[in-house]
């Protein structure tokens, strides 16, 4: 492990918008990134500071008094910038905590640190990813039981219409995000009061943020939403996903539709990353039974030096 002689505090700054060409510049560099690496993920959650030191952008992130580190972003030699991420930690007396890292990173944190450094590896981070023509076509034995569902939507909702998510549909589009969480109350969950935030923001900074959204409605009436934004070349992020549960195949119609959507618009894209289950049983039952091309694993690594406390 390199000793450093005085303690180096990053310059982070709080993310912006305009900086949204320099963070999908750094972006690009990386290939196999798990979903919170999205710059619109990153704007809508928590607080999000960055930097650029040694070629590479660093993120340091707060979700109210849980601080972290994202692996740095950019080509290159990474050991300046995960050493100035240590000492930048121990400067604000804080756990080092970096997250989101790659299976195939693991081994420069463990060269760099081979006494200190612990993993963790939890499957309910891992990111669903999906053909985008398998949802788009739901062809094939495995999605018998999902052409059901949609063929039973289409049934009952004659008059439903898709629509892109914009100005005009947008009240429609706050009622039903209104009505899903007011059914929820009950479960008081901290993460559904973060998610509620995040959603106002992706309504309204959806152009700066370059999100792509459709609003499944019928008689005046918005049963399904989905938004989603480029997560690099050939995949594309789906980050808000809402449905009336009383809709049977509503979930399934919404989902079918922007699969379509997607290819039709971005040929290039092969893949939806439909994120991660955070290890919610029915989540993960759901995610499931989509049949996912692939999972993005992913580790998150503390330094032993810190005292760590769940």
């Known amino acids: 492990m390199t000793t450093l002689t005085q303690p180096i505090t990053i310059p982070f700054r709080l993310l912006s918008l305009e900086d949204k060409p320099l963070y999908d510049g750094y972006l690009a560099s990386e290939s196999g990134l798990g979903c919170e690496y999205s710059f619109a993920n990153r704007y809508l959650w928590g607080k999000q500071q960055i930097a650029v030191i040694h070629g590479q952008l660093l993120i340091f992130s707060e979700f109210g008094s ?25 400067a604000r007396g804080i756990v080092c905590r970096i997250t989101g890292i790659p299976p195939k990173e693991k081994c420069v944190l463990e060269r760099l640190y081979p006494e200190e450094v612990r993993f963790r590896y939890d499957e ?23 052409r059901n569902h949609l063929n039973r939507f ?27 969480y007011s059914a929820r109350a009950s479960e008081n969950s901290n993460s559904y009061r973060l998610e509620i935030d995040a959603i106002e923001k992706a309504f309204l900074y959806q152009d700066q943020l370059a999100l792509e959204g459709l609003l499944l409605t019928e008689n005046g009436t ?36 922007f699969a379509r959507y997607i290819r039709e618009k971005y040929p290039e894209v092969r893949f939806l990353d439909r994120e991660e289950d955070m290890g919610i049983e029915g989540l993960r039952k759901a995610k499931r039974s989509y049949r996912p091309h692939h999972m993005v694993e992913k580790y998150q690594a503390y330094l032993l030096e810190h005292t760590y406390d769940r």
């Open 154 to 180: 289409s049934e009952e909702h004659p008059n439903h219409k898709i629509e892109p998510l914009c100005r005009e549909n947008l009240a429609l589009a706050r009622s039903l995000v209104k009505d899903w």
């Open 222 to 257: 918005a049963l399904a939403l989905t938004i989603g934004s480029r997560l690099s070349h050939d995949t594309f992020d789906v980050q808000f996903e809402k449905a009336r549960a009383e809709v049977n195949g509503a979930y399934t119609a919404i989902n079918c539709a």
């Open 124 to 146: 309910g981070t891992f990111d669903y990813v999906y053909d985008v023509n398998d949802l788009a076509d739901l062809k094939g034995k495995k999605f018998h039981g999902k």
């Open 66 to 90: 849980h601080m972290m580190y994202a692996y740095p972003l950019g080509t290159g030699d990474k050991a300046p910038a995960l050493e100035a991420i240590v000492a930048d930690a121990k």
